[in-house]
């Protein structure tokens, strides 16, 4: 509601280039968001239809998760503009035929696996290789405020380090 127009004016000031994720909802109930982040050229990347809707409970119905990254997908791009390229499943939370499908759709990068720190290729079944660009785990609100246990200023200090060091 008002924290994200202060990271906007942060990120503007200090000229760092941007990407963040966006689920179908953020897209259709918070629409200037969205609109702000595309006017100032941030790789959106997309994010599930809603935050609390995990691929994981579709572990056993491909088609049931295909509908919800199609559905997510048809939103993502009338809000854009544009197709989407890359992916990153809520709470991390994919199958292992999340990659599959996204790939399958024609995106061109997945953010879902955590055994690297490096960008690499990933075969897939539809023989259209993706890349895996991976997302860091310790660096992460949901990691540092619930597993690590850390107050405000122990956040602060995780994230700090964090922008300190790739500043």
């Not at 966006?22 to 629409?31: C, D, G, K, V, Y």
């Not at 941030?42 to 609390?52: F, L, P, T």
């Not at 572990?59 to 559905?71: F, G, L, P, W």
């Amino acid at each position: 509601r008002v924290g994200v127009w202060r990271m906007f004016d942060l990120f503007a000031a200090a000229g760092i280039p941007t990407s963040c994720t966006i689920n179908a909802m953020m897209a259709l109930e918070r629409r200037a968001v969205v609109d702000y982040a595309v006017s100032a050229g941030y790789e959106i990347v997309a994010h599930n239809y809603e935050q609390s809707e995990l691929l994981t409970d579709f572990q056993d119905n491909e088609e049931a998760e295909r509908s919800v990254i199609k559905n997510t997908l048809e939103v993502y791009k009338e809000a854009v503009g544009r197709e989407a390229k890359g992916w990153l499943s809520s709470s991390l939370r994919s199958t292992p035929n999340t990659i599959d499908i996204i790939a399958e759709e024609g995106l061109l990068f997945f953010c879902d696996l955590l055994n690297d720190d490096q960008p690499y290729l990933v075969k897939t079944r539809s023989v259209r290789p993706i890349v895996s660009v991976p997302y860091t785990s310790e660096v992460n609100d949901f990691t540092v405020f619930m597993r690590q246990g850390k107050d405000v200023e122990g956040a602060f200090k995780v994230f700090k380090e964090q922008f300190d060091w790739l500043y």
